[in-house]
């Protein structure tokens, strides 16, 4: 079984999309709204306040562009398990810890993960260029 495929975004990140242009979809759909907070008309309001609390940790220290509305199902996924690995890590089973190192893979958070991610440096801006 292969690898499973990467977000643009991440791609983008890491710098493959240069490196690969024929391997990128084009067609991929792209987020257009933010992941937001963890309770939003409703949504989300069976995480807990720790699982909330943990929600907006991870949503802190994402990459730019790389989490969307169409991730929250599998952000909560991530928040829940992260908490019981912090709660109750030796009654977590190995497919639990198996499935949260890979949500965390596919969104860039692992340091091997890391380590691809190249982000641009902003420019400085001229403050006179306005004038």
């Known amino acids: 079984m292969g690898a499973p495929r990467r977000p643009t975004a991440i791609k983008e990140l890491t710098g493959t999309d240069k490196k690969n242009p024929a391997r990128m979809n084009r067609n991929e759909p792209t987020p257009t709204r933010g992941i937001g907070p963890a309770i939003r008309n409703g949504a989300g309001s069976n995480l807990n306040t720790q699982e909330q609390a943990i929600w907006d940790e991870v949503v802190s220290i994402s990459y730019a562009g790389v989490l969307g509305e169409a991730d929250r199902i599998a952000l909560?996924?991530?928040?829940?398990?992260?908490?019981?690995?912090?709660?109750?890590?030796?009654?977590?089973?190995?497919?639990?810890?198996?499935?949260?190192?890979?949500?965390?893979?596919?969104?860039?958070?692992?340091?091997?993960d890391r380590t691809k991610i190249v982000v641009?440096?902003?420019?400085?801006?001229n403050g006179f260029a306005d004038l």
């Open 76 to 112: 909560e996924m991530m928040c829940r398990l992260i908490h019981e690995m912090r709660t109750d890590f030796t009654e977590m089973t190995a497919a639990k810890i198996t499935q949260l190192s890979q949500l965390l893979g596919r969104f860039g958070m692992t340091p091997s």
């Open 120 to 125: 641009p440096k902003n420019e400085k801006k």
